[in-house]
């Protein structure tokens, strides 16, 4: 019996004092009714009563402590006695498999082992040899609702890292399994798409873990999702749900799918290339797995996703524009850096921290989740895209003007005017420019 602290002795004699039953003190302290029933006879010894006063219950509260703690003190050292020339032996034979107490006990016996339980030898192990209990709940899914989804590490292929993403529906076990050699936003989203498409449908609610492609900050209660996830979610209008961080164990399903993939995609199998693995994966998911009774569900996944996927949501017809989002700080030549190239942003906002949203064709500004700017995507590195409208009127009407338009412009002010700038201009620099303008302001 595993020895309770004097504060709970304690309080087990306080609440029979005020004659609670066994039961509500069970139910009150977590403890036992045979250990209740212990203390209550050990004190009656002592002399406890429903009358004993605070400083009588506090002597008979340590009286009842020492003698269950050398009780079982007594116990434990009988058994550590028995058993301690036989401790490398239960180590080594804890290890075997299928070993159990009653055949350890019984090998133990064998070797010379006497004058000892069953329940010693058991008391014994569960002091030097604990183990942590390790349970798991069946949960049962409605068809449509859940999909699960991971990604695996299945080494070098083709020169490159390579991981495979699983989506397995949660009712049907129907997966979706693509091979790819990222694990950035952009492929998240990608094999998200893919999966929707390969299911002609969508899933109300997609488990996943904390990867920082979709979640920027694990929380049980509140998760602070990636920006371009929860984008991508709002389009196909289906519903985050982050597992709790490092328990696999919340998304089973997906983790035996990962297991079933590596076993029958991989283990003695060659590709060409992330193409041909792909085109057999898809085959393998839609016609050979999906054909397979499972053991969880006593069916085949094609058979549950008839049934399952008219209660999916719908695809939406719109493509998704895949886009990543980072933040950046307007310079004082108003741009802002994003991969390499260079986006203007007016006068008003240069020093401030601004959200960028980079999608397939379209680069676009926010400032407190307003859009202030919108360019085209620029194609390379080092690239400058200025919206010349940006700058301050002054500077504006400096870089538009050309040796051309300002001549066009002095032909609207009088022959003698146009003759004039036309012998400026002659000259090929800033300065010829910069003369001419300041001359046709006088206007």
Sequence with gaps: MRVNSMSKIDEVLYLLKHKKSQREIEKSLSISRNT???????????????????EEISAITLKVHDTVYIDAKDRDKYAQELLEPFHNQIEELLCCKSMTYRQLHRLLKEQGL??????????????????????????????????????????????????????????????YVEFVHSQNVESWVQSHMNAFDFFGAVPHTVVIDNLKSGVIKPDIYDPVLNTSYA???????????????????????????????????????????????????????????????CTSTGEKPNDLFALEKPLMLDLNPVGFDICVWSKAKVGKNHHV?????FYSVPTRYIGLGVDVRVGMNSVKIYLNHRQIKCH???????VWVTDTTDYPDHIESYINSTPENLKEKAKTVGEFTFDYISTVLKVPSKISLRKSIRILELT
């Excluded at 085209?376 to 080092?382: I, L, P, Q, T, W």
Aim: hydrophobic content about 35%.
């Design 376 to 382: 085209d995507k620029a194609v390379g590195k080092g």
């Design 337 to 341: 850096t994003v991969n390499g190239n």
């Design 114 to 175: 006497e004058k000892c339980s069953e329940k010693t030898l058991i008391r014994y192990i569960a002091k030097f040899f604990p183990k942590p209990k390790k349970y798991t709940i069946h949960i049962e899914d409605k068809p449509g609702m859940e999909a699960q989804v991971d990604y695996a590490d299945v080494g070098t292929m083709f020169g490159k890292k390579t991981y495979i993403f699983v989506m397995t529906m949660s009712y049907s076990r129907h997966r």
């Design 36 to 54: 209740i029933r212990k203390y209550k006879n050990l004190a009656h010894k002592y002399g406890f009563n429903t009358d004993s006063s605070s």
């Design 231 to 293: 984008e991508l979610a709002r389009h196909y209008n289906f519903t985050i749900d982050a597992a709790k961080a490092r328990k696999p164990q919340h998304k089973g399903k997906v983790e035996r799918s990962v297991l079933i993939a590596r076993q029958q995609l991989l283990a003695g199998r060659f590709y060409n290339s992330l193409d041909d693995a792909n085109e057999y994966a898809r085959k393998w998911c839609s016609d050979i797995i999906a054909n397979v009774v």
